[in-house]
């Protein structure tokens, strides 16, 4: 090697050796960094007055006396204790993170004392979907800087629930998001998602703070910062490169993994929590309300959406699919035994119409046989007759209500719907009591031969433990007894799924029209709905009619 060649080597090491020198090492930049133009997260925002207006918090836990002077520590301190967590995400310090932990032990001591009596609770459900996905502990405290552990949450950007999905990732990963339903809100729904996602992402970057990272961001503002920097793999690395309030994410996590282990060195204490709430899950395949479960089984309906706060508009459509509820656990038998009377509790008042005439107002009258049939509401149980010939004027009748009369028996009684009457008279709920007095607008039954029908409204006063008058008998010419035809039998069939007037004629070996006549239908009516009961003529008297209708044509 001659002169030259060794003095461009010289040279060449001389020059690396400056470069190097002068490009900031990635550990200076993780024990270094100091960002003023970092967002917080949204959760440091989070009002301490309202969160204590939880359930949970008001009724489950009390005040711990916690001293709202702050109290905080050295970076030093800092440093050291971050240093002893045993855990298997990488937490160094630097001045940015002790800015948050500051934050968390300064003016937020109250917000960390509700957070932990919080994770009193919804911890228990973070810990077992971790464990289930085989990821770092340290995850759990993930809700603490999305939602302040608050399962209804709900950024500016969107984002909601605990772990703070937006809808396009929620959905992704297969959650239901609905007017009813939003499974962002269920607590283990969203944690069990949550932390697959953590584990793909992790799965992406081999990184759990890459991984946190982009869980706040998304993979591709990742993907940007790290070619942006040349292909760094390390959060610290592609620092400036990413967005402003992901900067400030991941040692807002570490902030939280220290205030949440070392709080009572700093004279935080978690809201005492008074009694544990002990819960358990069954499976709901009604539709049914929240006020209906929380009357019958005497629960604060406030719990129930507390326990339960995916269903937006309390209301479960378990008659879509099954859905989970979760109640106290000697709450959960309960609800199976008392399952009929909780679906029966003001089910009028929380009955939707699965039919409706088109041109015709809720609260018109109907005018024909056709058109009274066809108005029986989707409340009005059992197979209420229909007048066989209806008058030119509705009858008003002032109905006194006996004991153990219910709305449903009256309603039945006067070939009207539960949700008439209720209108009528202004009842906001579905009971009646003895003594009551009800307006009922009805149509007088008509005999098929009486030769006169009333064509002015009347009024009629219906008392109904008043026993029947027998007027005098009145002397007249002995008649003949007509032969009383006998009384056709008939068979009740619940419709079902696929099931049309054609297809049950056919099975119980009978005509359409005497379904239809059975039932008192227009022959121009053939919609059945699910769950209705119709009377099936037996083959014996089906046979029998077209005899009668033979002899009198050959007369």
């Known amino acids: ?8 080597i010289t040279l060449s090491g001389a020059a690396m050796a400056l470069t190097a020198s002068a490009l900031p090492n990635i550990l200076d930049i993780k024990h270094s ?7 917080p997260p949204e959760s440091f925002e989070t009002q301490t007055r309202i969160m204590e207006e939880n359930f949970y918090l008001k009724n489950f836990t009390e005040s711990s006396g916690t001293d709202t002077v702050p109290r905080t520590g050295t970076y030093e301190e800092y440093e050291t204790l971050l240093s002893r967590l045993p ?11 002790g800015k948050y932990i500051d934050m968390y032990l300064g003016k937020r001591r109250k917000l960390v004392s509700n957070m932990l009596a919080l994770h009193n609770y919804y911890g228990h459900i973070f810990i077992e979907e971790i464990e289930r996905a085989g990821v770092p502990h340290e995850l759990q405290y993930l809700p603490v800087i999305e939602s302040a ?26 959650m239901e998001i609905n007017s009813l339903v939003d499974e962002r809100c269920d607590p283990r729904v969203s944690s069990a998602n949550a932390v697959k996602y953590l584990k793909q992402l992790y799965n992406i970057y081999n990184d759990w703070s890459l991984a946190i990272a982009a869980y706040n961001c998304g ?15 390390d959060f610290w690395e592609i620092y400036n490169y990413l967005p402003a309030e992901t900067r400030g994410y991941v040692p807002s996590f570490i902030a939280a993994n220290y205030v949440m282990n070392y709080h009572d060195r700093y004279g935080i204490q978690p809201t005492v929590v008074k009694q544990q709430l002990v819960t358990d899950t069954i499976d709901v395949s009604d539709r049914v309300h929240f006020e209906q479960i929380a009357a019958v089984l005497r629960i604060p309906i406030e719990e129930i959406r507390m326990l339960n706060p995916q269903f937006k508009k309390d209301i479960i459509p378990g008659d879509y699919h099954p859905y989970k509820l979760v109640l106290p656990s000697q709450q959960c038998l309960s609800y199976i035994v008392s399952r009929d009377s909780i679906l029966a509790y003001n089910a009028d008042l929380y009955a939707r119409r699965s039919y409706v005439e088109p041109g015709r107002r809720s609260d018109e009258v109907p005018t024909s046989n056709a058109d009274l049939a066809q108005a029986q509401t989707q409340n009005a149980t059992g197979n209420i007759d229909i007048p066989t010939q209806v008058a030119d004027s509705v009858v008003t009748i002032h109905h006194v209500v006996a004991r153990g009369e219910s709305l ?56 109904a433990a008043t026993p029947k008058q027998t007027a005098p008998a009145t002397p007249t010419q002995p008649k003949k007894k ?30 359409v029209a005497d379904i239809q006549r059975a039932n008192n239908m227009s022959k121009s009516n053939t919609r059945i709905q699910i769950g209705q009961k119709l009377k099936i003529p037996s083959k014996k008297s089906t046979a029998a009619t077209p005899k009668k209708k033979s002899s009198k044509r050959r007369r």
């Open 219 to 233: 993979p591709g503002n990742v993907n940007k910062a790290i070619r942006r920097a040349g292909g760094g793999k």
């Open 482 to 511: 007509k032969e009383q035809p006998q009384q056709p039998k008939y068979t009740t069939h619940t419709v079902k799924s696929g099931d049309t007037l054609d297809a049950l004629a056919r099975r119980y070996g009978t005509t």
């Open 408 to 463: 449903r028996d009256i309603a039945k009684q006067y070939s009207v719907s539960s949700t008439d009457i209720k209108r009528w008279n202004n009842l906001r709920r579905g009971k009646v009591k003895e003594g009551d007095s009800l307006i009922i607008n009805t149509y007088p039954k008509v005999l098929p031969n009486a030769s006169t029908v009333p064509t002015q409204p009347s009024t009629v006063t219906a008392q």
């Open 87 to 97: 855990s298997g995400i990488e937490m160094p310090f630097n001045p940015l993170v």
């Open 149 to 174: 552990i608050n399962p209804v949450a709900v950024s500016r950007a969107g984002a909601t629930g605990l772990w703070q999905f937006m809808p396009k990732t929620a959905t992704g990963l297969g």
């Open 33 to 39: 960094i100091s960002d003023e133009n970092i967002i």
């Open 1 to 8: 090697m001659n002169h030259l060649q060794r003095f461009m």
